[in-house]
T-cell receptor, first 113, second 113 residues
């Protein structure tokens, strides 16, 4: 298996622009997680899905952030409009049957200028 | 709001055994203890999970005392490639998933030649 796939790997955008991050989980996994990592706050869980249904989005920082999972093999995290404080590495992870043993993707490094 | 407490950093030399202790005084009865490892520019990787006593796999051992208020990740004979951030995850009294998946900042382990 190719593991969790994320795209793009790097994204540089200007403040106010819409940003869409993409994730393909490992085939057969029923949990999908979106995280954000910064030096200041460490690794934070934003939202997670189980069987394509959002279960808990209380980690999403504000309404500018939204996430969807239209099918078992694809998820997006959208930021609209983006702000410089959104600059971070965003990770997607997936797991099967449990929330604990997760497999992380390589991450998307987002820079908002 | 800290759910776990770990040392910010640790140093060791190649060939030594390293023990990283995590405090989790508010661990709930049903919660497991999970450890992850993160190398620079990569997503975290699941290492080991346990509930009580001792768990061992090919990578590490996890020691959990009877009161479960702490746990110790033991890495035998570390090498330079074990230099990474190590995260301890447990639940909190709320029982929410976001509480169980609180990574925080972890422990930066640096192994010297």
């Amino acid at each position: 298996d190719a593991g969790v796939i994320q795209s793009p790997r790097h994204e540089v955008t200007e403040m106010g622009q819409e940003v869409t991050l993409r994730c393909k989980p490992i085939s057969g996994h029923d949990y999908l997680f979106w995280y954000r990592q910064t030096m200041m706050r460490g690794l934070e869980l934003l939202i997670y899905f189980n069987n394509n249904v959002p279960i808990d989005d209380s980690g999403m920082p504000e309404d500018r952030f939204s996430a969807k999972m239209p099918n078992a093999s694809f998820s997006t995290l959208k930021i609209q409009p983006s702000e410089p404080r959104d600059s971070a590495v965003y990770f997607c992870a997936s797991s099967f049957g449990t929330e604990y043993e997760q497999y992380f993707g390589p991450g998307t490094r987002l820079t908002v200028t | 709001l800290a759910k776990t407490t770990q040392p910010i950093s640790m140093d060791s030399y190649e060939g030594q055994e390293v023990n990283i202790t995590c405090s989790h005084n508010n661990i709930a009865t049903n919660d497991y203890i999970t450890w992850y490892q993160q190398f620079p520019s990569q997503g975290p990787r699941f290492i080991i999970q346990g509930y009580k006593t001792k768990v061992t796999n090919e990578v590490a051992s996890l020691f959990i005392p009877a009161d479960r208020k702490s746990s110790t990740l033991s890495l035998p004979r570390v090498s330079l490639s074990d230099t990474a951030v190590y995260y301890c995850l447990v639940g909190d009294e709320r029982g929410s998933t976001l509480g169980r998946l609180y990574f925080g900042r972890g422990t930066q382990l640096t192994v010297w030649p």
